[in-house]
């Protein structure tokens, strides 16, 4: 019998960066230790994405030990950022809300505005247990949420993956694929599972950690960029609308909600507690 196990891992850094992918990782309550604490804003103090830029892709941010990033793209040199130290705030807006943040160094503003050719800021998220809350909707009081899209952890699955690869090998247009993981931009990644079996879940369990699950995810066009070359297709959101749509979403992956903290770490065990 196979039992599902932990099979990748990854960090966002940078919001809409690349990914970063790590062996283990620290579970806060508003996410994995180092997941989206940074992101980018324009002139009017919005968010920033690959929805706007799929040139993002071409940017990777690694950790620092301090909380720091390190910025790195071809032909450029390397960019070390430490976390802002001044306490004076900025308000920004992510998905039509407005928090606060603090804005990094001016160099880091300089270095990835040369990168775009556009004016963009750097901002980090210093209060993360009180700056963003989880939507009240699927939350419980207190649940806060890092600059992820407003979930503390994605979790897919490769039998998912491999599902909706063969609906679009099957559909109209299966040059498209069959689409890599990274489409998805999951944090946790799970082997060893049925199709679509996370659709069932309530809570579950990697390694030490037990997660709530707090809802699907709703895909946006974030998935059609190609994360190796940042050129936009149809797929999958064509083949989603087909076969996983509720509504107006169409769906892929589950969004977790940490129920405690402790590391995790590929080749956990993976338990459905309900």
Request: proline content about 9%; charged content about 20%.
């Amino acid at each position: 019998m196979v039992h599902p196990v932990l099979c990748s891992l990854h960090l966002h850094p940078v919001k809409s960066l690349a990914a970063l992918t790590v062996a283990g990782a620290v579970v806060e309550p508003w996410g994995l230790a180092g997941d989206r604490r940074w992101m980018l804003v324009d002139e009017a103090a919005t968010a920033v994405t690959q929805r706007q830029e799929p040139r993002l892709t071409g940017i990777s941010a690694t950790t620092l030990p301090d909380g720091g990033v390190e910025l790195s793209a071809p032909g450029r040199p390397p960019l070390a950022v430490a976390v802002p130290q001044r306490a004076d705030t900025a308000v920004v807006e992510l998905f039509g809300k407005r928090f606060e943040v603090v804005e990094a160094a001016p160099a880091a503003h300089a270095w990835l505005s040369g990168f775009l050719g556009r004016e963009v800021r750097l901002v980090h998220q210093d209060e993360p247990s009180f700056r963003r809350p989880v939507n009240p909707k699927y939350a419980r009081p207190g649940e806060t949420v890092s600059l992820a899209d407003g979930y503390p952890l994605l979790l897919t699955t490769v039998a998912s993956l491999d599902a909706l690869n063969a609906l679009i090998a099957s559909g109209d247009h299966p040059q498209e694929g069959p689409l890599p993981m990274n489409r998805f931009r999951p944090n946790a990644v799970v082997d060893g599972t049925g199709a679509w079996e996370e659709d069932g879940w309530r809570r579950v369990a990697i390694g030490p950690v037990a997660f709530r699950v707090a809802k699907p995810c709703r895909r946006c066009a974030i998935t059609t960029i190609d994360q190796s070359t940042a050129r936009r297709g149809r797929e999958p959101l064509r083949t989603l609308a087909l076969h996983r749509r509720t509504g107006a979403e169409l769906l892929f992956g589950m969004h977790l909600v940490p129920e405690g903290t402790g590391a995790v770490r590929v080749g956990d065990p993976v338990r459905v507690l309900e």
